[in-house]
């Protein structure tokens, strides 16, 4: 499929260059860290222009310390606060162009309201009627098509096309087209200090075990992670976990299934510090979550992400140049779907623990057997594929669909 285009209905583009913009990225970590490649060429664009973002406490302390940046403004957690806070901000600061790369018709419209002159966004829904169908454009002066379901298009790629109604060369934004992470020192040295807690070291083997989410449509039984934890340890890898406090008890689980040590870091780290952490590891293993992003921003080596109803093409790592596999069951012609409205969940319910353990040995077999080799960069060309059938007794308190 071709790249998103920008619509027939787009304000024309005799506006004068924009001297004071807003990014609102979607609330989701992963969603901004793919938002960075479209900030970078913006600000190369426009390097005298004012620039700042909206975003959840999470992104707000992910772009504090980044030099594409003016302004970061935190958006409150309740819905009505949030709009309140958007509103306040418009208010103030008069913005002549916001950049809405949510998929949020009631935000679009606010920005209406609030007399911002220039509006560009995502429309057009995936789906027509009866699924929903409604138009999220609403209120933009500009805006762009949002891919299909099935597209081959990076969603790095997708939000850097929202800077068409701007004006922005393709080489400019080419240029800039690689994610990037920001920490300070003080960052890294509580990742030290959190490590040595845990009696872990920068120079260990380590592996980021990532096995849950925010969206329980990603989620997979837990107990498929028991033998690729196990296989990690065995390999001289030292398993950590990342996450919030409410993440800490299924890593417990985890690892009083795997009878191997995990280092349970959830809830003891920010999410820069936690960049710093991932820094130091040689390979990551977990969900299609944010943590799959800022591992890739980082430079972590090898990536291995478990995929359910998402499309893997899209929403990979990208740009990234290290070792890459995605995990996924390759015998349903259903997915990528819409997870809200699927039925039987097969594609993660069904994702063996044995396409897993395989994706695992694959990135095994491509490190040196010396603790302090961290790979190379080529990418991984191949895909595990995920089989059908369940598998394996659950883990007491994991989530089992029926």
């Known amino acids: 499929m071709p790249a998103p285009m920008v619509s027939t209905f787009s304000t024309p583009s005799d506006l004068s260059p924009p001297s004071k913009l807003l990014v ?30 909206f975003g959840p406490a999470t992104l707000a302390n992910l772009f504090e310390p980044s030099p594409l940046l003016d302004g970061v403004y935190t958006e409150p ?18 913005y002549d162009t916001v950049i809405l790369a949510r998929r949020s018709v009631s935000q679009a419209l606010a920005l209406k309201r609030a007399g911002v002159p220039r509006r560009i966004g995502f429309d057009e829904q995936r ?41 922005v060369p393709a080489d400019t934004i080419e240029r800039h087209m690689h994610l990037q992470a920001w920490t300070t020192q003080q960052d890294e040295a509580a990742a030290q200090t959190l490590l040595a807690k845990f009696g872990l070291s920068p120079d260990d083997r380590l592996a980021i075990i990532h096995a849950t989410s925010a969206s329980k449509e990603k989620s997979i039984p837990l107990e498929r992670f028991v033998a690729s934890v196990q296989r990690l340890h065995e390999a001289g890898f030292c398993c950590m976990a990342l996450g919030t406090a409410q993440d800490a008890e299924t890593y417990d689980r985890l690892q009083q299934a795997a009878m191997v040590p995990i280092a349970n870091l959830c809830g003891q780290s ?8 991932m820094r130091h590891a040689t390979l990551f293993l977990g969900l299609d979550s944010g943590p799959v992003h800022l591992c890739a921003a980082v430079g972590v080596p090898h990536i291995i992400a478990l995929y359910g109803p998402i499309n893997e093409q899209q929403w990979r790592p990208y740009p990234y140049n290290g070792h890459f596999t995605p995990v996924f069951n390759t015998a349903l012609d259903c997915r990528p779907c819409a997870p809200k409205v699927c039925r039987h969940n ?33 990418p991984v060309t191949g895909i595990a594929q995920g089989m059908g059938g369940r598998e394996g007794e659950s883990i007491p308190g994991s989530h089992r669909d029926a």
């Open 127 to 167: 789906f027509g009627w009866p699924l929903g169908y409604k138009r999220w454009g609403w209120g933009l002066t500009d805006s762009i098509r949002f891919p299909e379901l099935t597209t081959t298009v990076p969603q790095a790629k997708t939000y850097a096309s929202l800077l068409a109604p701007l004006s």
């Open 346 to 378: 097969r594609c993660r319910m069904d994702l063996s623990s044995q396409a897993i353990l395989s994706a695992v040995d694959t990135h095994l077999k491509q490190l040196a057997p010396s603790p302090g080799h961290r790979g190379a960069s080529e």
């Open 24 to 53: 609102i990225p979607l609330r989701f970590i992963g969603d901004g860290v793919l938002t960075i490649p479209m900030i970078a060429a913006l600000r190369a664009h426009l390097p005298q222009a004012r620039i700042d973002l």
């Open 77 to 94: 957690g309740p819905k009505a606060e949030a709009k309140a806070a958007l509103a306040d901000l418009l208010s103030s600061q008069r």
């Open 270 to 277: 920010t999410l820069r510090q936690s960049l710093a952490i």
